[in-house]
T-cell receptor, first 113, second 113 residues
Framework: AQSVTQLDSQVPVFEEAPVELRCNYS??????LFWYVQYPNQGLQLLLK??????LVESINGFEAEFNKSQTSFHLRKPSVHISDTAEYFC???????????FGAGTRLFVKA | DGGITQSPKYLFRKEGQNVTLSCEQN?????MYWYRQDPGQGLRLIYY???????QKGDIAEGYSVSREKKESFPLTVTSAQKNPTAFYLC????????????FGSGTQLSVL
């Protein structure tokens, strides 16, 4: 069975500061890893994903995440956040042979002016 | 534009009543999913379906039922057996279901009167 742990439930940060949202997963098989973002009262949108290849993946709006197999982690980072990045972020995992995606509990990022 | 439509946006249930949440997609996706979202708990899988006329229980299926008579539609019924139905319900779909990203609807907030 797979599981996902997001280590911080809330992360407050000032605008233009760097941020890291931490995610660890547990699985006995190869996995696909995802970060989704949810704005208030909306569904989730894919931010980025790791399937294979380069362990560093980037999104179009400046976020990046690095897959670390030895530490079973997939932390999300951004060097300089904006007010508009305020949202809830979910780390998720699915195994390469299955069809279910398992989500972490979410991290609420709050960017302050 | 292609997407997933959930209705209604808000729904109220009386004690002992069954209610049905609608989910329609025009993305021609094979797999569809229902998730329940509670604050601080992330998303939990209720039911999923990979093909028409077939569906499987997720992690928290008790008190819920689904049908998949058409590829485009995957309605969720919250039965009177679900004793704690208040939550935000999200429908999602993917093309093949193997490591593909999930496309989400905008959700239905269900509350108990």
């Amino acid at each position: 069975a797979q599981s996902v742990t997001q280590l911080d439930s809330q992360v407050p940060v000032f605008e233009e500061a760097p941020v890291e949202l931490r995610c660890n997963y547990s699985s006995s098989v190869s996995v696909y890893l995802f970060w989704y973002v949810q704005y208030p009262n909306q569904g989730l949108q894919l931010l980025l994903k790791y399937l294979s290849g380069s362990t560093l993946v980037e999104s179009i709006n400046g976020f990046e995440a690095e897959f670390n197999k030895s530490q079973t982690s997939f932390h999300l980072r951004k060097p300089s956040v904006h007010i508009s990045d305020t949202a809830e972020y979910f780390c998720a995992v699915s195994d390469t042979g299955g069809v279910k995606t398992i989500f972490g509990a979410g991290t609420r990022l709050f960017v302050k002016a | 534009d292609g997407g997933i439509t959930q209705s209604p946006k808000y729904l109220f249930r009386k004690e002992g009543q069954n209610v049905t949440l609608s989910c329609e997609q025009n993305l021609n996706h094979d797999a569809m999913y229902w998730y329940r979202q509670d604050p601080g708990q992330g998303l939990r899988l209720i039911y999923y379906s990979q093909i028409v006329n077939d569906f499987q229980k997720g992690d928290i299926a008790e008190g819920y039922s689904v049908s998949r008579e058409k590829k485009e539609s995957f309605p969720l019924t919250v039965t009177s057996a679900q004793k704690n139905p208040t939550a935000f319900y999200l429908c999602a779909s993917t093309h093949r279901g193997y490591g593909e990203k999930l496309f989400f609807g905008s959700g239905t907030q269900l509350s108990v009167l």
